[in-house]
């Protein structure tokens, strides 16, 4: 009798430890991962919750299309909620500016969001990118680099500056 409790005990250590997640190799950052600007000269940090995940990235190898988007998921009225851009027909590292890159900035307005989501100028500098780093189905490849770009909102004809972009993920 005082087998099964240890029996059953065991066998809940053993799964546990088989359900134990491999470490993710290393991806080179150097020292920051994640997604953070200014905007209008104020810091602007990706911050998650259980029904929002702060930094979203998706890449398509078919049409080399790449979006990555930042967001404060517990933003407040008046705060900025979103940045993102996307990169149409990603060839690697270098610069990509427009028409080859679209910007949008979102921020909480009352109770509504408001979207700057005509793209002035700017760029993004893809400085480090690796479609396949790890896997053959392109799940543990990185894209790192900076961005900066200037957008504007026609309804209320304002101008919202991006600067001091950074960003690095795995895809």
């Given at each position: 009798?005082?087998?099964?409790?240890?029996?059953?005990?065991?066998?809940f250590l053993l799964s546990i430890l088989a359900c134990?997640?491999?470490?993710?190799?290393?991806?080179?950052?150097?020292?920051?991962?994640?997604?953070?600007?200014?905007?209008?000269?104020?810091?602007?940090?990706?911050?998650?919750?259980?029904?929002?995940?702060?930094?979203?990235?998706?890449?398509?190898?078919?049409?080399?299309?790449?979006?990555?988007?930042?967001?404060?998921?517990?933003?407040?009225?008046?705060?900025?909620?979103?940045?993102?851009?996307?990169?149409?027909?990603?060839?690697?590292?270098?610069?990509?500016?427009?028409?080859?890159?679209?910007?949008?900035?979102?921020?909480?307005?009352?109770?509504?969001?408001?979207?700057?989501?005509?793209?002035?100028?700017?760029?993004?500098?893809?400085?480090?990118?690796?479609?396949?780093?790890?896997?053959?189905?392109?799940?543990?490849?990185?894209?790192?680099?900076?961005?900066?770009?200037?957008?504007?909102?026609?309804?209320?004809?304002?101008?919202a500056y991006i600067t001091n972009g950074l960003f690095?993920?795995?895809?």
């Amino acid at each position: 009798m005082k087998r099964k409790p240890l029996l059953l005990l065991s066998l809940f250590l053993l799964s546990i430890l088989a359900c134990r997640k491999e470490p993710e190799p290393d991806i080179p950052c150097d020292d920051f991962i994640g997604f953070t600007c200014l905007i209008n000269g104020e810091r602007f940090n990706t911050d998650g919750n259980l029904r929002c995940s702060g930094t979203t990235r998706w890449y398509n190898t078919a049409t080399m299309q790449l979006v990555i988007a930042g967001t404060d998921c517990n933003v407040n009225f008046e705060e900025p909620f979103l940045v993102n851009f996307t990169i149409f027909k990603l060839n690697g590292t270098g610069s990509y500016t427009p028409p080859l890159m679209k910007s949008n900035y979102t921020y909480m307005g009352d109770s509504n969001l408001t979207d700057y989501d005509s793209t002035l100028s700017g760029s993004v500098v893809i400085t480090g990118f690796t479609e396949d780093n790890y896997s053959a189905d392109f799940t543990n490849g990185y894209v790192e680099g900076r961005f900066e770009f200037t957008q504007y909102n026609e309804q209320l004809k304002d101008t919202a500056y991006i600067t001091n972009g950074l960003f690095c993920m795995r895809l």
